[in-house]
């Protein structure tokens, strides 16, 4: 979402570091370009002016003790990222729990927000953490609304209170009150009651969601919003706010190709928190928001925080462990190792999304999409083609046996040989590694410290003398 605006911070400052020591009149220009790239963004005007005032009258104060050169331009780029975070929300919030469950969390928007899909990747999130959810279905205006939460909560197997079929029936605050009497009944310690939305901010909206909230009396109201939406998004946040009143709001569509203005604007002008953000359609693609993080992807810098994260959640902590005890006692890494490698990264989702959050990724854009995600099916297709016996020692892949493979994956034998290829080249390169050495293009002093060498016990076999007199001595003895 954030690539034009990413593109263009980073061209601010190279330029800055180019210029050497740096002026006033630097960073007033520097100011000017991002002041543009804001806008251009659909940051919201009152949002952008303050923000240049701010990192404006920062760098000046600070110019007289920067240092020369580059670490002028470094300064400023720190200024600039602290009011980055600060205009995001500047901390991370978590929900609230109850001091006595259930924790009720209401889910208000627009329709079309994506608050049903939502309120599923809500509570997916939390029953991952050992959390006991119910999912309410107050939303009986949309046509099959009821519905699509059952079928959400049964997907991600978080159970749905739904007395009531929709469809413009039945009363929403009596099933949202009925369904936290349910959950105290039955031990549930979190509530997610789904409210009904419209195409547009309305009376009746307002009054609905208000009467809900009045009768469950939410520990948290979550305001649902398209991050796409634009300066829409931070209008109708702000009419919500006046005529429900919310404590956090929830970015979804972050995947999308709009510009991005909604998330610097929305926490600057509700002075509410950004708690959660939804980054794509699938239900484990929702975190919680960080604006650090976030400030950091859009100056370019990559998210390698989250990248860790959803790593850890993939790469299964046996196999990680089983992996790292090789590496250090000198083993080789197999095919074997290297399929459930490619089956952890297939649990992370999109590449295309992973590899942006690598810092520098915006110099990689086309790169990056352009990567071909049926690469990683073709390679695992490759691999398990192979015998447990051919995984554990590629040097029995001759001739044959690589023809065999090439028709069991469907690929060519040419694929199956340039994999083996990689494979022994990554081989060479991790013992490299491990011994202190230094793959090829890394600049001097970068090596790794070689690993302790276990010392093991050495037979050395003696010489035969060739005189049979002395021979015998030497065998009596």
Do not use: W
Request: some cysteine; glycine content about 10%; hydrophobic content about 40%.
């Amino acid at each position: 979402m954030f690539e034009s605006l990413t593109s263009r911070f980073s061209g601010a400052f190279s330029s800055l570091r180019s210029r050497g020591k740096i002026s006033s009149s630097d960073i007033e220009t520097t100011c000017e370009e991002i002041r543009q790239a804001l806008l251009e963004s659909d940051v919201a005007l009152s949002v952008v002016e303050d923000f240049i005032a701010d990192i404006r009258q920062k760098s000046l104060d600070a110019l007289p003790t920067m240092q020369s050169g580059s670490n002028q331009a470094n300064a400023i780029f720190e200024i600039v990222n602290s009011s980055l975070i600060e205009i995001l929300g500047g901390q991370a919030r978590r929900v609230r729990f109850a001091k006595n469950p259930p924790t009720v969390i209401m889910l208000a928007g627009l329709q079309g927000a994506g608050k049903t899909t939502l309120a599923g990747k809500l509570a997916k999130f939390y029953a991952d953490q050992g959390n006991t959810p119910l999912l309410v279905a107050s939303d009986l205006q949309r046509p099959n609304a009821v519905t699509q939460l059952q079928v959400v909560g049964e997907s991600v197997n978080v159970p749905v209170f739904a007395p009531e079929a929709g469809n413009g029936q039945g009363d929403p605050v009596k099933v949202a009150k009925a369904g936290i009497e349910f959950a105290k009944s039955k031990q549930y310690n979190m509530v997610i009651v789904d409210t009904a939305g419209r195409l547009g901010v309305d009376a009746d909206l307002m009054k609905q969601a208000s009467d809900i909230r009045d009768a469950v009396n939410p520990d948290e109201i979550l305001f649902v919003v398209d991050a796409m939406m634009g300066q829409d998004a931070v209008r109708t946040s702000q009419a919500f706010l006046g005529g429900v009143g919310f404590d956090g709001v929830v970015l979804t569509k972050l995947d999308g190709d709009a510009r991005g203005g909604a998330a610097l604007s929305i926490a600057s002008m509700t002075k509410r928190p950004i708690m959660f953000a939804s980054t794509g359609e699938k239900l484990h693609e929702f975190d919680i928001f960080y604006p650090e993080r976030m400030a950091s992807r859009i100056l370019g810098l990559g998210d390698v925080a989250t990248l860790a994260e959803q790593a850890k959640k993939a790469f299964d902590t046996d196999t990680s462990a089983k992996l790292e005890a090789k590496f250090v006692s000198g083993e080789d890494f197999t095919l074997e190792d290297f399929l459930e490698q490619l089956q952890a990264m297939s649990k992370m989702g999109n590449m295309s999304k992973i590899l942006g959050m690598l810092p520098g990724a915006g110099a990689m854009k086309k790169q990056i999409e352009n990567f071909d995600e049926g690469e990683i099916v073709r390679t695992k297709a490759i691999v398990q083609s192979m015998t447990p016996a051919e995984r554990r020692e590629p040097k029995l892949l001759n001739g044959s046996r690589r023809a065999r493979i090439a028709l069991g994956s469907g690929r060519k034998v040419s694929d199956v040989n340039n994999l083996v290829d990689r494979f022994s080249a990554a081989q060479k390169m991790m013992k490299q590694v491990r011994n202190g050495g230094m793959p090829a293009g890394m600049p001097p002093g970068m090596g790794m410290p070689a690993m302790p060498k276990v010392n093991k016990p050495i037979n050395k076999k003696k010489s035969k003398s060739g005189n049979p007199a002395k021979r015998a001595l030497e065998q009596g003895q």
